[in-house]
């Protein structure tokens, strides 16, 4: 790991965190074009970006310039079919020089990240940051790549703060629950992960972390049915999923020859 990205990792704590609280929304305002761009770059699954915009709408107008960054930043097309039949119901996107160059941010860093480009994509998250403009989206993001590069403690802390300080990203649960997860919380991933799906019920990943979270508590047959639930939703989410869901059983099936 080089030394920019060590320092990045101080800017974590130091910078991003204390600057979340400067925006605060709530997960009824419709979707602003850095918070579409960011769940998009920050790796949220596409069905749920998809129901993100269908439930909120959207506030600004997608135009060419904007579904080009979508598309740097790794969207496919159930996001861009989403955004054909979004409720509109303001023009609110900020067109300043600054914004623009946060969306240009947050789109190379979507691209760097699909990439494993990840201390590139720290450094232009960090330029985002110096733009001064809409911090959760960056936040958003941000946990994503030190979630990548197994910085979990760190991704726990941004989108612990991020959730705190701006409902407007109930997505943030699910990462934070998988985060929970690996730092070896499952009662705080599990509460996390149901937080999540009662935003959307249809959501594989969060009903995929609960299902992780209830096998840390052997409680197998709960986490069987959740990978069950997980693959349903989104039937090409893993084969080893499949075979995690079938392979795991509680202390009593296992005795049982049925």
């Known amino acids: 790991m080089s030394n920019v990205f060590k320092r990045w990792s101080i800017l974590v704590v130091a910078l991003l965190i204390p600057f979340l609280s400067s925006t605060a929304g709530t997960n009824h305002d419709p979707l602003r074009d850095s918070e579409v761009l960011a769940l998009v770059a920050g790796a949220a699954l596409p069905v749920n970006i998809a129901h ?10 997608p135009d060419a310039a904007f579904r080009s960054q979508l598309k740097v930043a790794g969207a496919d097309g159930a996001v ?29 860093a979507g691209q760097l990240m699909g990439a494993k480009k990840y201390e590139a994509a720290a450094i232009e998250l960090n330029g985002a940051i110096d733009s001064g403009s809409d911090s959760p989206a960056v936040g958003f993001v941000m946990g994503e790549v030190l979630r990548a ?23 943030a649960h699910t990462k934070l629950s998988y985060n929970l997860y ?41 986490a069987a049915a959740e990978f069950q639930e997980a693959l349903r939703l989104k039937p090409d989410y893993a084969i ?15 005795a049982s020859p049925d």
């Open 52 to 61: 993100e915009i269908a439930v909120r709408g959207l506030d600004f107008t």
């Open 80 to 108: 861009f079919a989403a955004l054909k039949v979004a409720k509109i119901s303001a023009s609110g996107a900020a067109n300043g020089q600054a914004h623009q160059q946060l969306l240009q941010h947050l789109a190379a």
């Open 149 to 171: 590069t197994d910085r979990h403690s760190e991704a726990v802390a941004v989108y612990a703060e991020l959730l705190k300080q701006n409902r407007g990203f109930p997505e």
């Open 182 to 222: 690996r730092t070896g919380e499952p009662d705080e991933a599990l509460r996390e992960a149901k937080l999540a799906i009662a935003e959307n019920p249809g959501n594989p990943e969060a009903h995929k972390n609960l299902g992780l979270a209830f096998e840390d508590m052997r409680k197998f047959d709960a």
């Open 240 to 254: 080893k999923l499949e075979r995690r869901a079938k392979s795991i059983q509680s202390p009593a099936a296992q």
